[in-house]
């Protein structure tokens, strides 16, 4: 009886070892591998670079950047994704909210947005589920983005 | 009869599919990319004129194209038609609508399906609107063959008209909660007899408590991202012998008995969606000792207005008069926007 209360203690104590370790290594390293299968900045500033270009010559949403410094918006695309990719820059721009208040975007304008990265995603030749494990975090923007 | 109806499904879909077909021709894309180019220089126009009076709206010269559909959603988000015609899985609907109409506009497909076993073949046809990618509208037309003696010239049909309504989350846009895109459906059902069994001309004289019934139905979609993967649980409460085929209720039992079906769906890119399903049926009928179906399917979407569902199926066998194990392929195609 007290053996079996003692392993339950023992095996307890492992995990909680264990999980504390874990947690800790999350803390201090964080996880790059997004941002590694994507191919460094080089890469995301290529894919930045082409689904500006394709954004702008797509008429469904190039007049939401007639107002816009291209070259600002396209820097601020490079920290976003590096930064929610993992690989450690910070977002110096305007909170999502914030940019895109004003412009009346509809969930269709959001998805064109997509479709535009997509292509640029492949034609730097990013692996499908890489983009959308990329996607996936950029998603959940339609809520601060979309207001129509 | 037969050949009629054929030759209608066929007219149907080729009246769908022409303007599709039309519009993928490079000359009609560029004419139409042409068109949309000079809308918004228009649009530009417009809104640099008055932008000293009021204060124009960005987009503005979209609006006056608001009742076109907008296929705006992401490309296989409306998924496919399931075998009852509504939006969803092969065998199973999903909480997703059909379409590619976000909440600001609609979109609709038309379908054909191709089910074909070792004995039996099941043919369904239909068309499904989505609206504000809120509420799916479907009207269906299911039709079963048997080849094999005594059920050779067995043929029984049924109407299909469904009901779905989005209730709560997004598939595709909560990807940081766990909450899935929910659905309520029903599915009402009118079996219209049978014919080439003799005597047998009605469902009711194989055990079937009516030839009419209601499905009603809750379906779960959770689309998981960054794992590129789709998944599905929908809860029908049911009467339906054979999706309805053989009627509803029977001597066995004519309560409503709820039934799981399951779809998991890995998407290998953004056009083609490998996965299987499994669907729970009930068993009233002492003349059938109904099986679960399940299959395994490749979805393949080339374009917005186009997508195509190839299955391997199993049915179980069907009624007491053929006991082999009815497995087959399962050949679907939507056309629509």
Redesign the interface.
């Known amino acids: 009886m007290i053996n079996f209360r003692m392993k339950q203690a023992a095996t307890a104590l492992v995990l909680a070892f264990t999980l504390g370790v874990a947690h800790a290594q999350t803390a201090a390293v964080p996880d790059d591998s997004l941002f590694r299968d994507l191919g460094g900045l080089p890469v995301i500033q290529q894919v930045v670079d082409d689904f500006m270009s394709n954004m702008l010559a797509d ?2 949403i ?3 950047f ?1 107002d816009s410094n291209i070259k600002r918006v396209k820097d601020k695309l490079v920290e976003q994704f590096c930064q929610l990719s993992g690989g450690g820059c910070v977002y110096t721009g305007d909170p999502m909210r914030e940019v895109h208040q ?3 975007l ?4 959001f ?2 947005l ?2 535009d990265l ?1 292509l640029a995603m492949d034609k730097n030749g990013i692996p ?2 890489t983009q ?2 990329l ?3 950029l ?2 923007m ?2 601060e983005t979309v207001s ?1 | 009869m037969k050949k009629l109806s054929k030759r209608g499904a066929f007219a149907l879909l080729a009246t769908l599919a022409a303007p599709v077909v039309a519009q993928t021709s490079d000359a009609e894309r560029e004419a139409w990319m042409q068109a949309q180019q000079r809308k918004a220089a228009q649009a530009m126009r417009a809104s640099a004129a008055g932008s000293a009076a009021v204060a124009p709206e960005p987009g503005a010269g979209q609006d006056q194209a608001a009742w076109m559909p907008d296929l705006g959603k992401l490309i296989a988000t409306g998924g496919v038609i399931q075998v009852e015609g509504a939006g969803g899985g092969g065998l199973t609907p999903w909480a997703l609508i059909t379409g590619y109409g976000t909440r600001d506009s609609y979109g609709a497909n038309a379908h054909y399906t191709y089910l074909s076993t070792q004995d039996y073949t099941l043919k369904s046809y239909g068309v499904a609107v989505g609206l504000m990618d809120r509420v799916e509208l479907s009207l269906a037309k299911q039709e079963f063959y048997g080849s094999l003696a005594p059920l050779a010239d067995l043929k029984i049909t049924q109407d299909i008209v469904g009901l779905k309504v989005k209730v709560a989350g997004d598939a595709v846009y909560d990807q940081d909660r766990w909450l899935p895109q929910i659905s309520v459906g029903a599915m009402f059902k009118h079996n219209n007899g049978i014919s080439g069994l003799g005597a047998v001309t009605s469902v009711k004289q194989l055990g079937a408590a009516s030839d009419a019934g209601i499905d009603y139905y809750l379906s779960a979609t959770k689309l998981l991202l960054a794992q590129s993967l789709l998944l599905n649980g929908t809860l029908r409460l049911t009467k339906a012998n054979q999706m309805g085929l053989l009627g509803f209720g029977g001597d066995l039992n004519d309560r409503y008995q709820a039934m799981g079906e399951f779809s998991a769906a890995y998407m290998i890119n953004r056009k083609l969606a490998l996965g299987v399903e499994y669907r729970m049926k009930p068993r009233n009928l002492a003349a059938d000792h109904e099986k679960d179906y399940y299959d395994a399917f490749l979805a393949w979407f080339p374009g917005k207005n186009l997508s195509m569902t190839l299955a391997y199926v199993a049915l179980g066998d069907i009624t007491v008069y053929n006991p082999k194990r009815q497995r087959g392929v399962y050949l679907s195609l939507q056309a629509g926007f």
């Open positions: 008429t469904r190039a007049h939401t007639k004003g412009l009346k509809s969930n269709a304008d998805n064109a997509v479709e997509q499908s589920r959308n494990r996607l996936a975090l998603a959940p339609q809520r129509r």
